[in-house]
């Protein structure tokens, strides 16, 4: 699918400006390098025997890192940092990277951070912009949250957005949240360049979920999986303590059940994962109900975590969205527990349910090591980026090469377990659950009840 789209990178102009950051050309001087624009990953890894099918240009992505030479005069440059959507870990660490990385190695004095996601450009809010140096952002890696505050919606209003772009003397604006957001930064980049303005939109990519497409993974994901599996882990020793008991855990995951897989696998204490990915019926001879009963049967205990986007299209009645365009989901952690203890009231069976829902603890945390690093280099490559005049790129990670983008590419649709791929089969094998829990009457691509 990857051959569909087309990964070339825009620019503002010609880069005139020798780079203040001094690094080598020469292989082999043990002294790291600047990227260059002929260094170029893949999309797909995989290989075919005797393919000497040439590689286009649009057909690969561009390696991220410094250029040795640069579009912007460091001394001039005014760069706004945004966060926009729900709270992540690893939002504060993105902020002080980018900081410290234009601060220390580029010279640019003027940062200013935009408070409360695109509605601090919008003046009827009248919020306050913040000045951003390395003094006021040294310790916020440290903190859950983000120092500049975010909120849904206001991407919306373009023109007032450049406007106050303009009226800032912004020479580049770095985009920091999900799929709305960077949608929202790639009309906003489009809105610039009809005005013909020099104007950097360099995104970096803020989902828990994981569901950005192209990218090996987006930054909070990591800390979201190590945490769901400390909550996973209480649910599991309230489960084995009560006679029949069944922990019930909801974990983020609208379109994408990754935190639900992966935090299945690191647990192994997980015996059904319930994914928006894979039907699943919950009454029937075949059914969710069915194989929880036998469990609880043989095992005296259950431990389920399901995804929030699970059995969304039984349970929303009306298509309504928030402020960012998400579409509202129902609570299907609730309904689920709802069910799960009328189906064996109804057999008369004894059970004890505890349900949990961490979201917003998860959300607020402040990134793990791993993740922590992983912000701090998307930060320091969305820098090198947006001094090279690079714009309407995000950042990304593939094949562990950290690599531009194009948003139009990224936004263009979600990434999603693949229910006949190895993430979902080694699930499968960690929790022993039946590989399809569709009655055989039912039709598979239906809606499952």
Known sequence: MAETFDFSIEELGKRNIKSPIVLSKTPGDFVANYVTDDQFIRPQPEAVLGDQTPVQRSQVFECAGPREMIYFSPAYVH?????????????????????????????VRRIT???????????????????LNPDNVD????????????????????????????????????????????????????????????????????????????????FGFDTAVAKAVNVVAS???????????????????????????????????????????????????????????????????????????ALQDKLIKE??????????????????RDRIEQYFAEKKMEITLKYIDPSYIIRSAPAEPGDSIYCERLGNAAAHAAMAGKTKVIIGLVQNEFIHLPMKAAVSQRKHVDPEGNLWRDTLDATQQPSLMVNQFENPAQSPE
């Not at 909120?151 to 957005?161: D, L, M, Q, T, Y």
């Open 139 to 218: 310790s916020i890696h440290k903190l859950g949250g983000t120092f500049l505050g975010s909120a849904r919606g206001g991407g919306k209003e373009v023109s007032k957005i450049v406007d106050a772009m303009e009226q800032l003397n912004l020479n580049m604006l770095f985009t920091i949240g999900g799929d709305g957001t960077q949608r929202g930064s790639l009309d906003i980049a489009d809105e610039v360049s009809r005005r013909k303005l020099k104007i950097a939109m360099v995104g970096i990519p803020k989902t828990v979920d994981n569901d950005f497409y192209f990218i090996d993974k987006s």
């Open 319 to 336: 298509i309504k969205t928030d402020a960012g365009g998400n579409v509202k989901m129902a609570d299907v952690g609730t309904y689920l």
């Open 235 to 309: 649910a599991h020793m309230e489960a084995v303590s009560q006679i029949n008991g069944i922990g019930l855990v909801k974990l983020m995951g609208r379109e994408s059940g990754f935190i639900a897989a992966h935090t299945a696998l690191a647990s192994h204490e997980v015996n059904f994962v319930l994914i928006p990915e894979v039907p699943f019926n919950l009454e029937g001879p075949n059914g969710f109900f069915h194989h929880l009963e036998e469990r609880l049967k043989s095992r005296k205990h259950a431990l389920v975590i399901v995804a929030e986007g």
């Open 79 to 107: 760069a706004g940092i945004v966060t926009c959507g729900g709270l992540c870990p690893g939002l504060n660490d993105v902020i002080r990277a980018i900081v410290r990385c234009l601060w220390y190695r580029y010279g």
């Open 113 to 131: 951070g935009i408070r409360y996601g695109y509605k601090g450009f919008l003046p009827e809010y009248q919020y306050s912009t913040r000045e």
